[in-house]
């Protein structure tokens, strides 16, 4: 969604990290009800439109318009230097219905998720397949997988998300360039390099220099709908929009891409739990 390039927002997205709590959020929205209700107008570089607050960051180098959700949901509107704030809020005014349904869907994501506790005979995913986990006195990794399991390092505990996170990343550097390369042939485009991070709201992201960037969140994922998301990003190192143009080579690679993105947005918070 962007006027001119919205790369993944139309990927249901995962949770922020732990790191965001409800209190950060209650006192992020509370100086936005303050600022909003005080009568005045909004400080340089902000917009306040339809009861929803958004950060306008300006660049030079930038050509077009874009709206984005952060980790911590605050809203982000990114616009070339020269830009208006006539045009730009009547441009951000054509998307406010697209950003209650994102920040709404996001809010039930949050809701909806399950905090892992970290405890012996959890189940944590992998491509789709649970996986027990057992707690060890001694193993030479704080976080190993054996195939089957995952095993902890018992005095590493307080550090289980830490640890989950850079095995699912280092996962993913194994795994998603060889998808990607399989993948290649259906969107007629390969990217020039593949990064695995934390992207906070999104799935994916297809960046500048035909870099694609995935979310480490998406090796819990099973294969068909981490193929949605690959192919997806793959289709737009081609198609920059989220146009005709894009949604028709989507088709032509993908067929079934809007059950697969159904059942995305449907059940995604089911393989979020860590």
Known sequence: MNGERDD???LTAPLPPPSFTMEARSARE???AETAGSGNAPPPGHL???GLAFR?????????LALTVERDGELVVSAPESESMERLERWVRSRLLWAHRTLARRNALQA???RPEFVPGESFSYLGQNHMLR???SLPVPLQFDGWRFLLRENERGR????FRLWYTAAGRTWLPERCARLARLACARPARIVVRDLGFRWGSCGRNGAIYFHWRLMQLPVRLADYVIVHELTHLAEHHHGPAFWAALERALPDWRERKEQL????IRWMGV
């Open 265 to 268: 947005d449907r059940e995604g």
């Open 112 to 114: 909806g998720a399950r």
């Open 8 to 10: 993944t927002r139309e």
């Open 160 to 163: 289980a998300h830490d640890h």
């Open 48 to 50: 306040h439109l339809d």
């Open 135 to 137: 707690i060890v006195h």
């Open 56 to 64: 306008v960051r300006r660049s030079p180098r930038r050509r077009t």
């Open 30 to 32: 509370a100086r936005i």
